[in-house]
């Protein structure tokens, strides 16, 4: 069936089938297990056939010899048997799937940000998701399908040939159309169906995390009818080619019943010429002619096999694109340079006339200098979309930057030793995963020796104080997929005790206040910028030491009533007399009250902000 593929899906497959890592001597007891499962279905209706032919040949039971009881050890044994070969089968490919999926993750963890950073979420969880799933469903849904009905299909043909060998022959000539031929004749159209019902999957699966993600935006800007419309138009293409991909096995499942009803004839005719004859016992007739029924249950699995095998071939040219562009986007980066030892003025992140924008893309924003040392407080201020989530991206090091100097210590972030860079800088992006699984590991992300202790101290320095002791198991109560069961404040502060958790002494924060009502926001964006801990009981400054002397900050924050603390303000936009989409610039810079003072419409963004909160 693989010559019915395309050379490069062909070589995405035994890519993906290495990378399982799959025990040979597993699969082989799989396949074993599951021929000799319906073996023991032939030999029932062989034994079957020939018991009732003789029964009727002699009233007497004892001329039946040890038939009965093989009938009963047939229909025993191929319960048994079918039972030991799916646990044999689905624990070899749970196996392998867990193997690719570690292997996928290392090889993207090794590999440059941009690679996945590129990516749509929903892509991200499709390839690492469901594709790694259809990979291995491989293994038991087509792998193993084909490699039994071999065994099988052989056994029986040369079974029925020692009884008879006309019969044998027609048998195996059947069972090769039903078995070559109806795959091969599928394979072929279930593969653009199948393909595209994959293709909008993907699709759906982003449009969905997207309407998920920006459900508020979506509405606040009048777009969630259109979006829930294109919705809708993927769910209906997704299930018209979901019908589409259906009907090959339906039309394997026709040349099934059809090369079994020809075997059955055949043998019938040659069987009953071979009695006439004299060349065959009358009693062997009925095992020839009903052999079949039960030899092309093993063939049956060939159709659905071959839908299978293009559907794991899709998923397999995805998953595989994705692992060579992260090895070649690996392999041609430069070997990752030691940070040096950090003095005791601790690490410095240095960025001089820095351009930063997403690899083979524009400049989004350029000429921006800064330096952020353990104790400096610095905060980036913007409208949406003009490259402040870039320009953090950069300074962490996950992008490469366009132009300019930046350095950590001296070393280019993006070229630095990965584990010592994360040492000493920290990245909080607005849309960081929380994982499903309990509190305390979520916040053991960051910080994989964190104590039950000190992670209750961060969840209160957070303002989620209360949250945790309404919770029904403390720090032991499971989180939903990605919070689910957590409002979107919640899972702000969550994801600010995780950033709190680390223990980098230069920390990147990505809209800290993002999903809290203005008051809430300011009074945390306040406390991580040091400006006091004379908060409100409960609130996130409340007895806290969360903004240390020894942690310099720099976030990006949309909102500047919370700013007063910060050493020095970058306003990030373009000019005035800028041409339209040229890059943004730092326009203006100093402290929150030299800007309240001098810079009209910093002031007027303020009085704005403070008449709204009234």
Request: proline letters at 6%.
């Amino acid at each position: 069936m693989s010559l019915a593929l395309t050379p490069a899906e062909r070589h995405a497959l035994r890519r993906a089938v290495a990378l399982l890592d799959l025990d040979g001597a597993r699969f082989a007891a799989s396949v074993a297990l599951g021929a000799l499962g319906l073996a023991s279905a032939v030999g029932l209706a062989a034994v079957a056939a020939w018991m009732i032919a003789r029964a009727s040949q002699t009233p007497e039971v004892v001329a039946l010899g040890v038939a009965p009881v093989a009938v009963r050890l047939f229909g025993i044994s191929r319960s048994v048997l079918r039972y030991c070969e799916r646990l044999a089968s689905h624990d070899t490919a749970l196996r392998g799937m867990s193997a690719l999926r570690t292997r996928v993750y290392e090889i993207l963890a090794e590999a440059r940000t941009d690679t996945v950073a590129g990516l749509r979420r929903g892509e991200v969880l499709a390839r690492v998701g469901a594709d790694v799933d259809a990979v291995g469903d491989l293994v038991v849904r087509s792998l193993l399908p084909l490699a039994v009905a071999v065994v099988l299909g052989l056994g029986t043909s040369l079974g029925v040939a020692l009884v008879y060998a006309p019969a044998g022959l027609i048998l195996a000539a059947c069972l090769l159309l039903s078995g070559v031929a109806g795959p091969l004749l599928t394979i072929r159209s279930a593969r653009a169906a199948e393909l595209a019902r994959q293709q909008h999957s993907t699709e759906l699966a982003a449009t969905v995390m997207n309407v998920l993600d920006g459900a508020d935006e979506l509405r606040v800007s009048g777009r969630m009818p259109h979006t829930m419309a294109d919705l809708a138009r993927l769910e209906s293409h997704l299930a018209s080619t979901r019908d589409r991909a259906a009907r090959p096995a339906a039309l394997a499942a026709v040349m099934d019943g059809v090369a079994m009803g020809l075997a059955v004839l055949g043998n019938m005719v040659v069987g009953a010429q071979a009695v006439s004859d004299g060349r065959l016992a009358p009693v062997w007739l009925a095992v020839v002619v009903l052999v079949p029924l039960s030899a092309f249950e093993a063939s049956a699995a060939l159709g659905p096999a071959s839908v299978q095998l293009v559907a794991s071939a899709g998923a397999a040219v995805r998953l595989v694109a994705l692992i060579e562009d992260a090895e070649v986007g690996a392999a041609t980066a430069p070997a990752p340079q030691p940070l040096p030892t950090v003095g005791a003025a601790g690490p410095k992140l240095r960025a001089r006339d820095l351009a930063v924008g997403w690899p083979g893309g524009e400049v989004v924003a350029t000429g921006i200098s800064l330096d952020l040392v353990p104790g400096r407080r610095l905060a980036v201020v913007g409208p949406s979309g003009v490259g402040k989530t870039t320009l953090l991206l950069t300074l962490a090091g996950l992008l490469e930057p366009l132009g300019g100097e930046l350095t950590l210590d001296g070393v280019p972030p993006w070229a630095a030793e990965r584990a010592e860079a994360a040492g000493r800088i920290s990245l909080t992006a607005e849309d960081a995963h929380v994982f499903d699984t309990t509190v305390l590991e979520n916040l053991r992300v960051a910080d994989g020796t964190l104590t039950p202790e000190r992670a209750e101290d961060l969840l209160r320095r957070s303002g989620l104080g209360d949250w945790l002791a309404h919770l029904p198991a403390g720090l032991s109560t499971r989180l939903g997929a990605n919070a689910t069961t957590v409002s979107g404040g919640e899972r702000r502060r969550l994801l600010l005790a995780r950033a709190l958790a680390a223990p980098a002494p230069l920390m990147l924060l990505d809209e800290p206040g993002e999903h809290l009502d203005a008051a809430t926001a300011d009074l945390l964006v306040g406390d991580l910028l040091g400006a006091g801990t004379a908060q409100a009981p409960g609130s996130p400054g409340g007895d806290s030491e969360s903004a240390a002397p020894s942690r310099g900050i720099l976030l990006v924050t949309h909102r500047l009533s919370g700013l007063a603390a910060a050493d020095e303000v970058l306003i990030l936009g373009r000019p005035d007399d800028a041409p339209p989409g040229s890059p943004a610039t730092i326009t203006r810079r100093g402290t929150h009250a030299d800007l309240a003072a001098d810079d009209p419409e910093y002031r007027w963004s303020l009085e704005q902000e403070q008449d709204t909160h009234v």
